[in-house]
């Protein structure tokens, strides 16, 4: 596969073989969990992404790590699904880009 992901870019630093991994890929699978494909989003490299309705909360400064300790992401993460029409949602509310809602090649299923 080639062509841009989506990553989560502020999570802790893990060892991942011999580096130091400062994200982590976001891909989209059914709710089995028996097949999964990376999500090749529309838009610029390197933006980030917001949630419809939300955009002014979303700005491109780069966001401090988040500390393992609180387990932001781990408190999260369940919320992330795509949409009977394939859309990746957060809680309700679609994901976007600068182009549009991020379309996902498998629908009704999680993103992880």
Do not use: H
Not at 10 to 29: C, E, Q
Not at 85 to 92: C, D, L, V
Not at 97 to 109: A, F, K, L, R
């Amino acid at each position: 596969m080639t062509g841009p992901v989506l990553v989560f870019a502020n999570i802790r630093p893990r060892k991942l073989a011999d580096f130091a991994s400062n994200g982590m890929v976001m891909a989209n699978s059914d709710k089995e969990v028996s097949q999964f494909k990376l999500i090749v989003p529309k838009g610029k490299t390197g933006e980030r992404i917001f949630l419809e309705g939300f955009k002014d909360k979303f700005t491109q400064e780069r966001l401090p790590q988040l500390g393992s300790k609180k387990k932001i992401l781990e408190k999260c993460i369940d919320k992330f699904t795509t949409d009977l029409e394939g859309r990746a949602m957060w809680g309700g509310y679609k994901m976007m880009t600068s182009e549009g809602s991020i379309e996902c090649p498998i629908p009704n299923g999680l993103l992880s």
